[in-house]
């Protein structure tokens, strides 16, 4: 390694992004922050803390991977099977009754969590009514995220993790093979609008009735947990519901008392209060 | 040597697993240390690992959640299919980032958030395993003060895991995995 990063460093260096560009890091766990920046350093081989500053300040290609190579944009078509069985069995039947269902996915990567959601309401007839908003504020993965393709190598993976989740047909239907990547079906992305939203500094843009927000909370200290469970709780209507990673938790927000755990093992809570 | 330990992390992976039941067989329900275990397990498979180990332990053995204070008292398992790092306010976080040395959760990780988190309070324990995940972890910690013990490669079932720490530093002790109980018994 070539430079270890104190506290010190790491706040200059997110005080300088935040003043320079618009992204506020300051929140983010710093275990996993410190350890990513680290990662930068020595694949760029940046010498000294100065050099660093001064690429983020200045060039601007850097800024860009520098902000690809914090977020962590891991993800899977139907992660953790259990949950989209619960969700398909305890919150479906509840909400396949309302008109234009709305529905969001904040911190959706490369759309394999989104496309999964669109499966499953094909599935159940009611993915014609519904409208999915997926976001996430690293822009590069939003774009490819948009086209549909995903990466093939989680092709195995992805429909490992369909069987288990036990849909009703195969997920090879949904997808065909070009140029090594997967492609989704057109039909499945009519109704999913990508946009570019920053769950720290941008305000909640709709009600919906489901907000999937799943391991992009573990990036975060509690207290910006704190906050964005506050803008889920004002984004969605009474009785809606929220789905976080299966290690995140509510528990320690304020707003933990305005949410009925419905399922405590899928992280699945449903609004009860205003 | 100063043994007051604030946390004892161990790490280990095939043929760890006896090893792991032996010492937390051994040590009594009001043993006060936190334990971290940082061990390889498949990614797909969330249920049965800590269940397993928690037959045998008079400790309770948690998976711990995102963001959840580290206490006295308590035995922790990293969750399959997550990193588990330790914060310097002594909470965990969890992470999805790729898996590191082909590991999800990945022994290194969990070791140099520790060595970053506790220092010169923390034992560092390094078991059976057939790749090198963790050595590099294990010498970040011996570099901040760390106390580390290696099982006894000779003894260990797989020996790649305490060699490969071996081959980076000399670490404090190396020692049979009786030894290693006897050794965390010992502490207060
Ligand atoms: C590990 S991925 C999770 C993908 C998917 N939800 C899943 O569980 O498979 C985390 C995503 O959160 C995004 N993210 C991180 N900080 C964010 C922020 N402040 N606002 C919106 N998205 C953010 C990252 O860019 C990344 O794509």
Redesign the pocket.
């Known amino acids: 390694m070539l430079l270890e990063l104190d506290l010190r460093a790491i706040k200059a260096i997110m005080a300088l992004v935040k003043a320079k560009h618009r ?3 300051e929140n ?1 766990a710093m275990s996993s922050i410190k350890r990513r920046i680290e990662r930068i350093i020595d694949l760029k081989k940046i010498e000294t803390l100065d050099k660093l500053l001064h690429s983020l300040e200045f060039d601007l290609e850097f800024f860009d991977y520098f ?1 690809r190579e914090i ?6 078509m139907f ?1 953790d099977p259990a949950m989209w069985v619960v969700l398909n069995n305890e919150v479906i039947p509840n909400i396949k009754i309302i008109n234009n269902l709305r529905i969001w ?6 759309g ?2 989104v496309f999964s959601m669109a499966i499953l309401l094909q599935e159940a007839g009611l993915l014609e009514k519904s409208i999915l908003y997926a ?4 822009t590069n ?1 939003l774009a490819s995220a948009k086209k549909g393709e995903l990466t093939i190598r989680n092709q195995e993976l992805n429909t490992a993790n369909y069987e288990r989740f036990k849909g009703k047909g195969k997920l090879a239907d949904y997808y065909t093979v070009q140029d090594g990547k997967m492609i989704m079906n057109k039909d499945l992305m009519t109704n999913i609008t990508f946009k570019k ?6 305000k909640s843009f709709l009600k919906f009735d489901l907000i ?5 909370l ?3 200290n509690m207290q910006l947990q704190d906050d ?1 469970i506050g803008k889920f709780n004002d984004s969605l209507f009474k009785g809606g519901w929220l789905i976080l ?1 299966t290690k995140e938790t509510m528990a320690f927000t304020k707003s933990a008392k305005k949410f009925n755990a419905v399922s405590t093992s899928e992280r699945i809570y449903q609004k009860t209060a205003i | 040597m100063d043994t007051n330990f604030n946390v004892i992390v161990i790490g280990g992976s095939a043929g760890s697993f006896q090893v792991v039941i032996s010492i937390l067989e051994s040590l009594p329900a009001n043993f006060q240390v936190p334990i971290v275990l940082c061990l390889h397990r498949p990614r797909h498979v969330r249920e049965g690992f800590k269940e397993a180990l928690n037959t045998k332990s008079k400790i309770m053995v948690v998976e711990p959640d995102d963001k959840e204070s580290i206490k006295r008292g308590n035995v922790y398992l990293a969750p399959a299919n997550f990193h588990l790092l330790l914060e310097l306010n002594h909470t965990f976080a969890l992470s ?2 790729e898996a590191v040395n082909f590991s999800r959760p990945a022994i290194d990780l969990t070791f140099e958030t520790a060595a970053y988190a506790y220092g010169k309070k923390m034992l560092i324990i390094m078991l059976s395993g057939a790749n090198s995940d963790g050595a590099k972890g294990m010498l970040k910690a011996y570099q901040k003060g760390a106390y580390t013990i290696v099982q006894d490669p000779t003894e260990a079932q797989i020996n790649v895991m305490p060699e490969s720490a071996i081959k980076l530093f000399k670490p404090h002790a190396v020692l049979s995995s009786k030894k290693i109980s006897e050794f965390i018994n010992a502490l207060k």
Do not use: K, P
């Open positions: 992204y506020d890091f983010y902000v977020t962590v944009n891991t993800t899977e992660r996915h904040a911190g959706c990567s490369t394999e969590e976001t996430d504020l690293n993965v939203h920053d769950l720290v500094l941008d999937f927000c799943r391991n992009v573990i990036y975060f964005v990673g | 999805t980032e």
